[in-house]
């Protein structure tokens, strides 16, 4: 005859923390949270807000936000 199971056997880890499959995850985590990352910076690159507080603070590449018009190109 057959027997059939009333419902999923759930079992209990005795570790809390599995580090293979940390360090599995962890390469695949941290390639899409750079990707992410760029993804964030490329779609709020020309917001006026994020280019005064986090752009511009860049060291080097800040001064690319940084708007400095010649005396002679502003309006009277």
Same mark, same amino acid.
């Given at each position: 005859?057959? =027997?059939?199971?009333?419902?999923?056997?759930?079992?209990? =880890?005795?570790?809390?923390?599995?580090?293979?499959?940390?360090? =599995?995850?962890?390469? @695949?985590?941290?390639?899409?949270?750079?990707?992410?990352?760029?993804?964030?910076?490329?779609?709020?690159d020309n917001w006026?807000?994020?280019?005064q507080t986090f752009? =511009?603070?860049?060291?080097?590449f800040g001064e690319?936000?940084?708007?400095?018009? @010649?005396?002679? @190109?502003?309006?009277?």
């Amino acid at each position: 005859m057959i =027997s059939y199971i009333r419902g999923p056997v759930y079992r209990v =880890s005795k570790i809390p923390f599995n580090f293979t499959a940390a360090k =599995s995850y962890g390469k @695949d985590l941290i390639f899409w949270g750079g990707a992410a990352g760029a993804a964030v910076a490329t779609f709020t690159d020309n917001w006026p807000l994020f280019q005064q507080t986090f752009y =511009s603070k860049i060291p080097y590449f800040g001064e690319h936000w940084i708007h400095n018009p @010649d005396p002679e @190109d502003v309006p009277v």
